[in-house]
Nanobody
Framework: QVQLVESGGGLVQAGGSLRLSCAASGSIFSINAMGWYRQAPGGPRKLVASIISVGTTNYAEAVKGRFSISRDVAKNTVYLQMNRLKPEDTAIYYC?????????????WGEGTLVTVSS
């Protein structure tokens, strides 16, 4: 099993910054991709940003130019630097990872961390 532990959420004023971290631990064989999703109250869970093993990144249009995803391979940790935050960024942010295992590909999710942006 793989455990994902997120940190870094909180309350920030519009225009401010936060940095989320997500550390994977447990039976890690090979990580294909790591990413962040978010779910606003009453809304669906949506992809925010992702990074694959070779370092290629992908961002939702709503966060391009403001958010940056990075990864520390040695620490099995993914980060999300969020700048120029807006009230509409308020959501629970979930870390997700995709792994190759001897039993096939597996996806894992963190518990989520709340980000609240006040206007």
């Amino acid at each position: 099993q793989v455990q994902l532990v997120e940190s870094g959420g909180g309350l920030v004023q519009a225009g401010g910054s936060l940095r989320l971290s997500c550390a994977a631990s447990g039976s890690i064989f090979s990580i294909n991709a790591m990413g962040w999703y978010r779910q606003a109250p009453g809304g669906p869970r949506k992809l925010v940003a992702s990074i694959i093993s070779v370092g290629t990144t992908n961002y939702a249009e709503a966060v391009k130019g403001r958010f940056s995803i990075s990864r520390d391979v040695a620490k099995n940790t993914v980060y999300l630097q969020m700048n120029r935050l807006k009230p509409e960024d308020t959501a629970i942010y979930y870390c997700a990872t995709n792994h190759n295992t001897p039993w096939g590909e597996r996806d894992y999710w963190g518990e989520g961390t709340l980000v609240t942006v006040s206007s």
